[in-house]
């Protein structure tokens, strides 16, 4: 009786008229990602072959200037020149290095030699560090602008160092982190889990609701009400955990056939420390290790947000209020989230459970860079995110004796 009433309650969920037009949404989203939005996606590392086309032009006018007036020379600074040690700075001999440097690496992208090109792009952002830190447009809108673009240059030379020092060879979608692995690895650092855990809540929002239509029939299954409120949550469980696979294999299979699967052995830079910025407060775990660490927590994430949908189901006895509330609850950190926000009613951030809703941020520190604290840990957020389904499933327990069946479906 459990098999058979699990497998209809699934197919239920399945061939839902709510289901089915947002499992195609979903696809067409999934898909526009996959061949437009990451493929093409403007970071600060993308190459553009026009701006360096442009810049090449700029430095032979400059060039071209020096040399009209024979001035190739030292170039001394005014302020310093009665004093004795006299620093010249070799002007046209920089312009003359960075054109070379410049043409060097449109050549190597033009011929697709993608390993010059990162070997000369890792050459030139060590001795020009100010390429992030003094770019006024990279995070300008930002309440830690300077703070931020040092994080975003440590990454990246972490980044070139481990390609530069592995023995495959370096592609284009390595390189700009296009590769299956790399593309879900980034999905999960920027809000992919907000994503699919409120896949996760719409799939589970109805799935007490919708029998109220035939509660005759319902009332008088020879199952107990709590079993029946748990296997109800076991096949949105299954239909969510199914989803999201399928959302994962195929996104990682389009972008696999675009651009390579990638390495499991990749590094991805992790924070330890926010006392400074130098490599000392940055380590690395593998890319298995990372995506290991955030996938094992998603079951926990997707068997809570199911057993609160039952609860607020059972109060409530609307799908769309289930789901209003269940997204509220969702994004709620949004609501209060600033970059000073380290404490909230008295309480220190890290001991809230939405605070790790996002979970691809914590293992690699980024929550805590972005919340100026050190608070925010990995298992921490396991404990407490256990704890929080502990209470879920006491709450649950209490109401359904409250809101037995004869109750929920009488009820107007």
Not at 101 to 116: G, H, I, K, P, W
Not at 162 to 177: A, C, I, N, Q, R
Request: proline share 3%; with cysteine; net charge neutral.
């Amino acid at each position: 009786m459990n098999w058979h009433y699990l497998k209809h309650e699934f197919l239920i969920t399945a061939r839902s008229r709510r289901t089915i037009p947002f499992v195609f949404f979903v696809a067409i989203l999934l898909f526009s990602y996959c061949f437009i939005i990451w493929p093409y996606a403007n970071t600060k590392e993308a190459f553009n072959k026009k701006e360096t086309v442009e810049h090449l032009q700029y430095l032979d006018e400059q060039k071209e200037l020096r040399e009209s007036i024979g001035n190739t020379g030292l170039v001394f600074n005014m302020q310093r020149v009665k004093t004795f040690l006299q620093a010249g700075n070799p002007v046209y001999a920089n312009l003359s290095h960075e054109h070379d440097l410049y043409t060097a690496m449109l050549q190597s992208f033009e011929d697709r030699n993608f390993e010059r090109m990162l070997q000369l792009r890792t050459f030139y952002l060590q001795n020009n560090p100010n390429e992030y830190v003094e770019d006024r447009f990279l995070f300008q809108t930002a309440p830690f602008p300077s703070k931020d673009r040092e994080h975003a240059y440590q990454q990246t030379m972490m980044k070139y160092e481990d390609y530069l020092s592995k023995d495959y060879p370096v592609t284009f979608g390595l390189m700009y982190e296009k590769t299956g692995l790399q593309s879900l690895q980034n999905f999960l650092q920027n809000y992919g889990m907000y994503i699919v855990l409120f896949c996760v809540i719409y799939f589970s929002s109805d799935i007490l609701s919708r029998d109220r239509k035939h509660s005759s029939v319902l009332q008088g299954l020879p199952l107990s009400w709590y079993r029946q409120l748990n296997l109800k949550s076991l096949s949105a469980f299954l239909y969510s955990v199914l989803f999201i696979l399928g959302f994962i294999v195929i996104g990682m299979l389009v972008m696999t056939i675009q651009f390579g699967f990638g390495h499991f052995d990749l590094n991805v830079p992790i924070m330890i420390g926010q006392q400074t910025m130098t490599p000392d407060s940055y380590s690395v775990i593998s890319i298995a290790a990372y995506l290991g660490k955030t996938l094992v927590v998603l079951p926990l994430l997707i068997i809570l947000f199911v057993r609160l949908n039952i609860v607020l189901g059972l109060l409530f006895k609307n799908e769309w209020v289930v789901l209003f509330i269940s997204s509220l609850l969702l994004f709620s950190e949004r609501l209060y989230y600033t970059r000073s926000t380290r404490d909230l009613f008295g309480k220190d951030i890290g001991l809230f459970p939405q605070t790790y809703f996002d979970f691809g941020k914590i293992i690699d520190g980024e929550k805590n860079f972005l919340l100026n604290t050190e608070t925010i840990h990995y298992a921490k957020g396991i404990i407490i995110l256990l704890i929080t389904y502990l209470i879920i499933e006491v709450i649950l327990l209490i109401v359904s004796l409250i809101m037995n069946k004869r109750r929920f479906y009488l009820a107007k």
